[in-house]
């Protein structure tokens, strides 16, 4: 079987691997848990050597990495930029930040001396999406790396290029080869790898479906797992916020990555006395957007990353339709034929619909009508979701109490939802469990040891 590179854009197989055979996995399983064994002994400051060079060829190879990115699932090459960019930061955190996060901690007992311990638990097999190719990845494996584990990369069979030019990457960097490698695999044998008792954890991100699969096999396997699934993230207006620059973040928001992102706003939820201002200022700015080749550096938007999932959202829209949604600005596939999908504004989203319950994965923006901000609390909490959010308002101290009480792994009061290197990313109910970036992220496929420690008793010699 074959795992193929293919271009969105222009519909062209780019390149065709042989999936590794079941021989080859085991070898290179084999020399992962041989190469944890040693990269565990190695110092904080020897990984982050690796990690900062790792940091340096990011940057320099930002543009052959964007160039990949463009050419395998569309993303423009500007963003591509930003994305190897942002891994390079990722590397650069964690090498400066993992020695103090892993330290000891020392703990008060009863008596003697009490710390809390870090070590690594060896393999991390990593199941990575498609949507940022680089990003993904390297928010896993800059962490685990510096923690003293090793990965294993089973990423999207859509994106080869991308997990292979990672690999050579890290390789180049001066990372031991068995210390991480791209492994290009189907679905099917993922399970037997999670059974394997060499690898010690797994980190998952994708959809919901994928996420329930890897949590069932790890937990019949006692194996620590991490998912980050999919997201349905609300975007709060109330009717005192700067409407101008709310409309113009949320349709920034709605096309990060052309809609392909699992924090990218999805649920508009706005105070019923602004909902037709700030639809017709969403449309204005989602009308100005320029969709072109992703090797265009005029593009604003590609195509998405297949086919199917372009059909998959026409479907969504559709039906959402047919259930009562109104449409404000139809944009849609032009050609059913092609993975080019236009922004579109739906409203008057009701309980019923797929668009009130489900994940729109592309440049769909629903916008939902809230009477006040107990409302919106409400409409935002109810989804089997829970990722991120966003408040907008003037009223710094109402948007505080809003956002502890919604039901989100993250919440953003005035400012668009993102992943960054300090603050912790995960999400909750069917958004997954478990977290990456920050302190957390570098603590979760490590070993949490206590320490307890005795005084010494020494008993006085007896003497006839």
């Not at 990495?65 to 955190?93: F, S, T």
């Not at 020695?99 to 991390?124: C, H, N």
């Not at 349905?232 to 052309?258: E, G, Y």
């Not at 992102?261 to 639809?279: L, P, T, Y």
Request: contains cysteine; glycine residues 6%.
């Amino acid at each position: 079987m074959a795992i193929e590179s293919h271009n969105p854009y222009t519909n062209e197989v780019l390149h065709s691997f042989p999936a590794f055979s079941a021989a080859e996995t085991e070898q290179i399983l084999a020399e992962a848990y041989q190469a944890a064994a040693e990269w565990r002994t190695t110092s904080f400051a020897e990984r982050a050597a690796v990690l900062r060079q790792a940091a340096e060829l990011l940057r320099r190879r930002q543009h052959e990495l964007a160039h990949l990115m463009a050419i395998e699932m569309g993303k423009p090459v500007r963003d591509g930029r930003a994305e190897a960019q942002k891994c390079a930061a990722c590397c650069d955190y964690y090498a400066d930040h993992a020695e103090s996060f892993l330290a000891d901690e020392e703990i008060k007992t009863e008596g003697g001396r009490s710390f809390l311990s870090y070590a690594p638990l060896g393999v991390v097999l990593a199941i990575m999406p498609w949507n940022f190719p680089m990003w993904q990845v390297v928010r896993f494996a800059a962490p685990a790396l510096m923690a003293g584990n090793v990965g294993l990369l089973k990423h999207a069979p859509n994106v080869p290029q991308c997990a292979l030019a990672l690999e050579k990457l890290f390789h180049d960097a001066g990372l031991p080869p068995a210390a991480f490698r791209a492994l290009l695999i189907e679905t099917e044998p993922v399970a037997g790898l999670i059974a394997d008792d060499r690898v010690a954890a797994v980190t998952l991100t994708g959809s919901e479906r994928a996420g329930a699969a890897v949590a069932a096999a790890a937990g019949q396997h006692i194996k620590k797992s991490v998912l980050e699934l999919g997201g349905s993230d609300p975007f709060i207006v109330l009717a005192d916020a700067d409407l101008a620059v709310a409309a113009q973040t949320a349709a920034q928001a709605r096309m990060i990555n052309a809609g392909q992102s699992c924090i990218a706003a999805k649920r508009f939820i706005v105070e019923a006395s602004i909902h037709d201002e700030f639809v017709a200022l969403v449309k204005e700015h989602l009308q100005a957007l320029h969709y072109g080749d992703p090797l265009d550096e005029a593009t604003d938007y590609g195509p998405l990353a297949r086919l199917d999932l372009a059909e998959n959202l026409t479907q969504q829209v559709a039906d959402s339709v047919a259930q009562g949604a109104h449409t404000e600005l139809a944009g849609g596939q032009p050609d059913l034929d092609s993975p080019r999908f236009d922004p579109v504004i739906l409203t008057n989203i009701r309980p019923g619909q797929r668009a009130y319950a489900e994940e729109f994965f592309g440049p769909v923006a629903l916008v939902l009508s809230a009477q006040d901000a107990d409302d919106a609390v409400r409409l935002a909490n109810d989804s089997r979701f829970g990722l991120g959010a966003a408040v907008w308002t003037k009223d710094l101290a109402k948007a505080e109490a809003m956002a502890r009480q919604l039901e989100s792994g993250a919440v953003f009061v005035n400012g668009l939802v993102k992943s960054m290197n300090e603050l912790p990313f995960g999400g909750v109910k069917k958004s997954g469990y478990g977290r990456e970036l920050s302190f957390l992220g570098i603590r979760e496929f490590v070993n949490q040891k206590s320490v307890w420690i005795g005084e010494e008793k020494v008993e006085e010699a007896k003497t006839e």
